[in-house]
């Protein structure tokens, strides 16, 4: 760890230590002054050039041998006195807490100020006091766990239970202290006092979520976390939940969800989760874009929807999109699909088509077919160019066999292709093309007559 790096004291771990008699906290870490709160104070501790690591003197600020900072409740040193010898009275101990920790532990008021209120919820929000079944939902709303508390037979304890969602993954330090934090408030002012306490509070506040009335739900924010609170004050029960989302991975998951959005020279805006209405809304808008100032931006990776804008958007020119939606690219579901579709180990699906007129005005595919179906319509077509491919888990396609003006050729594209390589059904399919349809190559240095 350098001593160069500054610490953030509201979040970061710190060393519990002993300084002239005093409990301070200790780390070889910067303090940034502007950091410190205005009743607390924090020093230096050099050490000297023979010995870096032993403390010597405390300073305000030490810019040679430097050991570390200190943070302390009470001053440590006159004002005016430049430098203090410590002669051995620096006692540095294993045990690691926070600001918050240590304040608990020494019985101190939390130096910053404590910003979450709680109001009651409706009951149109009564979904988020409840665990959801669906992980997608839990990763939605950025779920980072709950709590489940109680009071205890006598009303008076406290007791609680940590569950995690979303595989712990936004359980942070941050979070933990946020979630600290609120839990200290409630328990010092709000519903989480005691039994009585609860029920007093929800007489008075309101919030029933349940058509009964046994429970009440109250919702605080701080600057990125939602804590919505369950209180259910009767004696029996386990008497709280309190359920946590981080605001910012659900707001990074409505990002991801977002299919596009649009603008007006007014200012207006509107952002599109549903792609049939944001497909809409670009048919509508686009003719009066010159009076409008309409602007649209595509957001997904979907590739049919891509498709669909180029598709109102060449439309509206007079003219006709030549790309399918193979030629969009594929969502991050599709590329797992396609990883899954080279897997030898997982059981597999083959849809065969024929192709007609490829890359034409008049192409055309005929899709869901067996191998036996596809070489049958392949025959029968008098179209100029056409050709047989098969799909693989409705993800992953090939071209086998192309005739161009009479003329055939067999791809070894299949070869090449991670979907498709050492593929024991298509290679097998690929030798039965080949004897079924063999007699349409052109024979090349034939004899006749022996001669």
Known sequence: MRRDQTI???????????????????????????????????????????????????????????????????????ESTISRRVNGQFLLFGESMTLLEYCHANALEYPFPMTCEIRPASREEAGLFYSHPSGEQDLELG???????????????????????????????EFKEALQQFVEAMRKD???????????????NGGAI???GRSYGYIGETENYRFCLRCTPRPGDYQGYLYCYDLRQQELARQNKLVGRVTYASGERQEFTDPQQYLQTIREELPYRNTTGFRHETLTDD????????????????????????NYGLTEAGK??????????????????????????????????????????????????????????????????????????????????????????????????????????PQENLTLGGM
């Open 190 to 204: 709000g519903p989480l006092k005691d039994l009585p306490s609860m029920q007093k509070f929800c007489g008075h």
């Open 303 to 326: 590739p049919d929807v891509k498709k669909a804008v180029d598709d109102i958007l060449l439309d509206f020119a007079g003219e006709e999109n030549p790309r399918r939606a193979c």
């Open 336 to 441: 797992q699909a396609l990883r899954d579709a080279a897997d030898p180990g997982r059981p597999h699906t083959y849809a065969w088509f024929v192709l007609t007129d490829c890359n034409t005005r008049k192409e055309h595919i005929h899709r869901n077919l067996t191998l036996e179906e596809a070489i049958q319509v392949y025959q029968d077509s008098d179209r100029a160019e056409k050709r047989i491919g098969v799909t693989k888990d409705g993800i992953a396609a090939v071209d086998l066999v192309r005739c161009l003006d009479g003329e055939q050729q067999f791809f070894d594209d299949y070869r090449k292709l991670e979907s498709f390589r050492d593929d024991p059904v298509v290679t097998g399919a690929v030798e039965t093309l080949q004897q079924e349809l063999g007699q349409m190559e």
């Open 8 to 78: 953030n004291i509201r979040i970061d771990p710190m060393r519990s230590a002993v300084l002239f008699g005093r409990e301070v906290l200790f780390t070889p870490m910067k303090i940034p002054a502007e950091d410190v709160p205005s009743t607390w104070y924090r020093y230096d501790i050099r050490g000297t050039i023979r010995d870096a690591g032993r403390a010597v003197a405390l300073q305000d600020r030490s810019y040679v041998n430097r050991i570390g900072s200190v943070l302390s409740p009470v001053p440590l040193k006159r």
């Open 210 to 212: 349940t058509e009964d």
């Open 143 to 173: 779920t980072v766990g709950h709590l489940r508390l109680d009071f205890g037979s006598g009303g008076k304890d406290f007791c609680s239970t940590w569950w995690p969602h979303n595989g712990d993954q936004f359980n942070t330090p």
